[in-house]
């Protein structure tokens, strides 16, 4: 079975794109400082859920709003609990704030960022354990408890929690994130599982939760859900897990037109919640992976993309530093799309849509695709700040087209150095990053009147600047190989040549006497210091 993101599964459940008013209500309060009202609104909300007239999927929208990614939310949150430390509200909704924004800070996947992610994963499952031993009957702190159990196990027992909301308030979110401790067992365990707790909500709701389980954990292969005879196709969790099964336990040649034709259609025609969206998309780049390159039938995640492009904008107002949403928005919103042409011995033909585009439509199209990258890097950075690779990106996507910015990123492709996942490829981009510097300063010297880069040249000491800091990346990159080429295949290849510029300034650098203490510094003296995001970012504020 091709098992992919199963357990992020709709982690919240699925809901219009418009908000309820009530959730509008609650950001507008968050972002207004009210914390006093904003108590008023979830305690009623949370009353209004014991006594039946609220969903417990109503109760997790609102706290969804309170561990959005915007800023004001998150400050918001945080002044909360510090106003108000006995407040299971507030403890719980930082809880969940500090949860999602640690899973962003650990995609930097180095000492750095798991240090950071694990500081903060360890104080919302504190945040949690208060939370629900104050207020057990709140559905987000007994989610906290199903959900953060792995990382922290003194959170609580989550299976006292999922019986304790089961008895009093059963509900299809707390069955689906409890299903991780009953797919272990296999598909023999799914039925009593099913009978037992989703049989306290309905029939259906028991054939729901058998389609998921053999979907996620067990093995529907080439078994299409629709021909289940409790298959509700207006019901659109199983919509979502036929969808998955097609994509998760078929093998591509065992797929019908017909059941391709509606995976497609399925594609860009549900209305899904944030969450909902985001597996959305995974399920697409998926399907491109497995199927559509079989099947001709590519592109999914860029159709899927495009047609969901509103939900993604308005959904990136609330959370504008969720890094899937800008990854969604960024490929979308200003970049041509995608169109398919059946050629005469059958073949398809895909290109780039842009017959109709003027010049001066396409110069302002690109002129706003080039802000929003600049604009995302950013965002980006605040997210997940100890990744390298988004440090070299977020330099490369400034210099990019702006020739005057080529020696105003130097700090961002040092962060691009100390974070980076693989230092010894990143010592080699920066290495031809200061053969290009060269390159541009040397050809503002012999034409300083005609070259647009002079300005970007001005100021600049090209011992300071350019033949020291080469010679101590070059020193560090040798350092590294010499002793841990074990754990860098890149050591036996050669720094990549760019020309005859990389031998140029290896001579320049040799002969420069400005680098001697450089040169003969001891190795560990030379590793470089991270600069604090915001010492790099605040020029551009």
Known sequence: MRVFYCLLLFLWSTASLAETSRERALFDLVLEGRSEAVHVLVDASHREFLNGTLSADDIRDLFIVLS???PKTTAFVKEWVSEDTGNPYARIARAWSLWNAAQNVGAGRNGWAAMAADDMRLEATQHARFAYAAAPDLIPASDAVIRMY???RDVGDPISAVNRVMDTHPNWGTIQRAFPFVGRHGPAAFEPFCEDYAGRISEE???QCLMYGHTAYGDTRNSDLADWPDYNPDNPVMVDYRLLNLINNFQPDALTDAQLDWMEQTFVTMEPDLYGLMDLDRWASAFDNFIGVYKQRRYMVHKTRRAHLERSKAFLEMDPFNPHLLDMVESSQYELPWVSTVLDDGRVRTQRAGIGETEAEKAARLTALMQQKRDFSIRRLYASPYSGDLWHKYAQVHISGDVAQYFAFEDAQINAIVYADDVVLALDLYLLFKTRQLQMYHEAEDNPAGLQ????????????DILCPFVRAERLRSGICT?????FPRCAEEVPLMDE????????ARDARQCDAIRHAKIDALWYTPIPLEDVLQPLK
């Open 68 to 70: 959005r990614s915007h």
């Open 150 to 152: 792995g990382y922290d």
């Open 205 to 207: 709701t028991v054939t």
């Open 453 to 464: 880069w002079v300005a970007a040249t001005d100021g600049v000491d090209l011992a300071t």
């Open 483 to 487: 002793h841990e080429a074990d754990h």
């Open 501 to 508: 510029s990389h031998a140029i300034v290896v001579n320049m």
